[in-house]
């Protein structure tokens, strides 16, 4: 028996769970995910698709079927703002691997100044101040604090704070988590992070989840296509009615 495997080894669908809601089924990526399940290999898994498609649908799911906070953070801090997350991952269940550890953190986008101010009321314990940065030394300064061991690591969109050398630093963080034995689950726009060598890339969108490689990204084809040539893109996009 293999006793050095991820933290998840597999997302499956729950058979004995309550049907999913309605969307669930108009969503392909949802939908194939409730068929088929999800390989979650060692290393980084990169969800990368249009806005809409499902990744971060997906990724908070999995997130809260771990037992992480739906709204960032570990599964032992637990603060909410306004519920917004899915029922989702009450239909899934995940194959842990064995003699894997037990520690997580979700890194979102969207809900990090939430959390920042929960850390302000329980005490950080030595955190910074994150109010008092910008939202990409927040983010730089979670990284060095919070991905510092093996685990699960789950993030959406994680580059929307980040600048393009803060995106190489982010980088290093997974390349260094996956180093020592950690596992990441990630859902992004960005070309840069999806480069990552050695990551499992998945595309998303209307044919549901499809592994794909970098040079093979239709979000990779359509950021050459511009810097190449943004006139080509603009004269359209500007283009009066």
Avoid: I
């Amino acid at each position: 028996m293999d006793l050095d495997q991820p933290p998840v080894v597999r997302v499956t669908p729950d058979p004995e769970a309550d049907p999913p809601e309605p969307w669930a089924q108009r969503v392909p990526a949802v939908r194939q995910l409730l068929a088929e399940g999800l390989e979650l290999p060692p290393g980084v898994t990169f969800l990368v698709g249009e806005n809409g498609s499902g990744k971060s649908t997906v990724v908070e799911a999995v997130a809260q079927a771990y037992g992480l906070s739906p709204e960032g953070g570990t599964a032992f801090g637990r603060h909410e703002t306004r519920r917004t997350e899915s029922s989702l991952h009450r239909s899934l269940v995940l194959q842990r691997g064995v003699g894997s550890g037990r520690w997580g953190f979700f890194l979102r986008a969207e809900t990090m100044h939430g959390w920042y101010t929960y850390l302000d009321g329980v005490g950080g314990g030595g955190d910074p101040d994150f109010h008092a940065m910008s939202h990409g030394e927040s983010f730089l300064a979670v990284l060095e604090r919070r991905f510092d061991s093996p685990g699960f690591y789950c993030l959406d969109e994680p580059e929307a704070a980040l600048s393009f050398s803060s995106t190489l630093t982010l980088m290093r963080v997974l390349h260094d988590v996956v180093a020592a034995g950690g596992q990441v689950l990630c859902a992004t726009h960005s070309p840069v992070l999806a480069s990552l060598p050695g990551a499992h890339v998945l595309e998303v969108g209307d044919w549901g989840l499809r592994e794909t490689t970098w040079d093979e990204l239709e979000l990779v084809h359509h950021w050459r296509a511009f810097l190449d040539a943004p006139q080509r893109y603009l004269r359209h996009t500007l283009a009066d009615d």
